[in-house]
């Protein structure tokens, strides 16, 4: 089993940045892809980011160009970079990790996710 733990969520005005950290522990060394999703407490999580063990990485369209997903192996630390923040970006962001082969469609991965984060709130005003 794999923990999480977000962090770097807050509020910002629209146009702004936040960058956000997930660090992991435990058995790390079964993971295959490392991901951000968003959503709210008691609903549906959608996919935002994901990136593998080679560092491929994939987005979903509404954050291409503005959001940046990546991994320090050393650290064990997961990152998002998120710019030109809009208020459609406000939710809650959580961790995600997964043991399998998941396929490429981020809305469908939510389903193969093995370990989440406690999430961190993100507010665009």
Known sequence: HVQLVESGGGSVEAGGSLRLS?????????????????????????????????????????VKGRFTISRDKAENTLHLQMNSLIPEDTAMYYCGVDTGAPPEDLDSWVQWIDSWGQGTQVTVS
């Open 22 to 62: 997930c660090v992991a522990s435990g058995n790390t060394n079964r993971v295959t892809n490392w991901g951000w999703f968003r959503g709210y407490p008691g609903q549906r999580r959608f996919g935002v980011a994901r990136i593998d063990n080679n560092g491929l990485t994939r987005y979903v369209d509404s």
